[in-house]
């Protein structure tokens, strides 16, 4: 069983990458309109899950669940019935544990196969409300979430698991779904989404305070993804706000420095690239930072490039 299963997730890895090598030659997405899948989290399922997960996992989905109701973004319920077996429509192992922080106005899809795509109207909900993002989760990792995910980079949406929310019936297989996938640390999802889902250039008119009061921002790992997710979608001049916007926050990090210097090099604004290019290695400098020879090394390549 363990030998079948290892066999699934290597077809797995290949299929991935497969999909996100199609999906990184499509066009780039210039807005950002996501949607969450809450993904057969019923009754019936839960006492099948990794009992260490649990308690955890369901914190998790009721964190994300806050942050799109906060932030005004679509929330779809998704429920499996296996035609012939079960859980049956109307009774309570259909139906989500009570603890889910799910609205009887948020939509609802009812699936017969692994994929919530497959012969349902899942994607024309999606298409109407102009979704091109989806995030993830709920029971099981290794299967019905997968399925979708797969289901979701097929139909080219920006498909995204997040980590602490899913759940199977081992601990171990869930780690790899989320290492296949690349799945997203819950704190990184719940920034990406308040930043993104707001007008970027706000930023520039909030303090510190401010902008720590309104987004969970947790570290500067948050608003550097952030910027190179804008950067891969060639908003050039939003991911410079965003960066700007770490490295004041964050003033004694050498990596924001060196990544709002990429930031403005790839927009072809040569003197500010190399003004922070050059205090990501100054503070590099300052901390002892063991990236300082790749700071320095696109310091040296930006000079050299105007002489």
Same mark, same amino acid.
């Given at each position: ?11 797995? +890895? ?18 950002? #309109? ?39 973004? %679509? ?11 079960? %859980?049956?429509?109307?009774? #309570? ?75 199977? %019936? ?34 520039? +008119? ?102």
């Amino acid at each position: 069983m363990r030998i079948k299963m290892i066999l699934l997730l290597l077809s797995c +890895t290949v299929c991935v990458l497969t999909l996100l090598a199609q999906r990184a030659n499509a066009a780039d997405v210039s807005s950002f #309109e996501p949607a969450l899948l809450v993904i057969d989290v019923q009754n019936a399922y839960l006492p099948m899950m990794d009992t260490k997960d649990v308690a955890p996992g369901m914190e998790a989905v009721n964190s994300l669940i806050d942050v799109f109701r906060k932030n005004n973004l %679509p929330i779809i319920r998704v429920y499996h019935h296996e035609i012939g077996q079960g %859980p049956a429509m109307g009774e #309570e192992a259909f139906e989500f544990p009570q603890s889910v922080k799910i609205l009887e106005s948020d939509p609802k899809v009812i699936k017969n196969y692994p994929s919530a795509f497959t012969k349902t109207n899942l994607d024309d909900l999606l298409k109407a409300k102009n979704i091109n993002c989806v995030y993830l989760f709920g029971f099981l990792a290794t299967g019905c979430v997968l399925a979708t995910y797969f289901g979701a980079v097929d139909r080219n949406y920006d498909a995204v698991m997040v980590r602490e929310a899913l759940i199977s %019936p081992k601990a171990d297989y869930t780690e790899m779904i989320c290492n296949i996938t690349g799945a997203r640390k819950l704190a990184l999802v719940s920034a990406s989404i308040s930043i993104l889902s707001r007008p970027v250039g706000e930023l520039e +008119t909030l303090t510190n305070d401010q902008v720590l009061k309104i987004h969970p921002i947790t570290s500067p790992v948050e608003l550097n993804f952030i910027g190179y997710y804008l950067m891969s979608k060639n908003r050039l001049p939003e991911a410079i706000i965003v960066l700007k916007t770490n490295a004041r926050l964050f003033e004694n990090e050498p990596n924001c420095f060196d990544s709002l210097g990429e930031a403005y090099e790839r927009n072809g604004e040569k003197d500010p690239a190399l003004l922070h290019y050059e205090k990501a290695v100054q503070k590099a400098k300052e901390k002892n930072d063991a990236n300082l020879p790749v700071f320095e090394k696109n310091y040296q390549r930006v000079k050299q490039s105007g002489q």
